[in-house]
């Protein structure tokens, strides 16, 4: 297995809403990471999670809350977001947090709409 | 301040010619570079990856060269092919952590 596998592909959520984005891998990676990317826009960094530990928050709001319950799986959280959270989120892997000589791979995106 | 660049847009190119796509970088501490491809409704695909103790990398038909001096990199696929047309994005980190992308550049490769 040599994917990361996203759902749901797509989500559309209220203003109130809680709801989750879920990212799997069974590759042994060991650094998991959350982008997010709007039109026209490279994919901006969010948080990396390197050994089930979060290493990285880019800033990121309250709003989104990640979670990584064992090595394969890593969640998002969503809740009270606002129309411009509106994005495409993108969940990637590598072999551990030095990136080194290992490539990144990515899912294939769960394409979020706030209304 | 925009800390890596890629200065073109859009670039088209013949099948079977080369394309070579840029990127500027401006922090001299970056090490480690990456070169995603993005189809449309797509995540980013790793495609290649440079380390700066090197100054050249061979995948197939992709090749990236880093001028470490001039804080550039580009990456040439050679023969291009209609199949190569996606949007390229540089990016850039220091020791594998905490990637900065640039803008992109959307390749075209004209049958």
């Known amino acids: 297995d040599t994917e990361v596998t996203q759902t749901p592909k797509h989500l559309v959520m209220g203003m109130t809403n809680k709801k989750s984005l879920k990212c799997e891998q069974h590759m042994g990676h060991r650094a998991m990471y959350w982008y997010k990317q709007k039109a026209k826009k490279p994919p901006e960094l969010m948080f990396v999670?390197?050994?089930?530990?979060?290493?990285i928050n880019e800033s990121v709001p309250s709003r989104f809350s990640p979670e990584c319950p064992n090595s394969s799986l890593l969640n998002l959280h969503l809740h009270a977001l606002q129309p411009e959270d509106s994005a495409l989120y993108l969940c990637a892997s590598s072999q551990d947090g030095s990136g080194q000589g290992v490539g990144y791979t990515f899912g294939s995106g769960t394409r979020l709409t706030v209304v | 301040d925009q800390q890596v660049k890629q200065n073109s847009p859009s670039l088209s190119v013949q099948e079977g010619r080369i394309s070579i796509l840029n990127c500027d970088y401006t922090?001299?501490?970056?090490?480690?570079f990456l070169w995603y491809k993005k189809y449309p409704a797509e995540g980013p695909t790793f495609l290649i990856s440079?380390?700066?103790?090197?100054d050249k990398n061979e995948d197939g038909r992709f090749t990236v060269f880093l001028n470490k001096s001039a804080k550039h990199l580009s990456l040439h696929i050679v023969p291009s092919q209609p199949g190569d047309s996606a949007v390229y994005f540089c990016?850039?980190?220091?020791?594998?952590?905490?990637?900065?992308f640039g803008p992109g550049t959307r390749l075209s490769v004209l049958p």
């Open positions: 440079i380390s700066s103790i090197k």
């Open positions: 990016a850039a980190s220091r020791r594998g952590q905490n990637f900065v």
């Open positions: 999670y390197s050994y089930e530990k979060l290493s």
């Open positions: 922090n001299s501490m970056f090490d480690y």
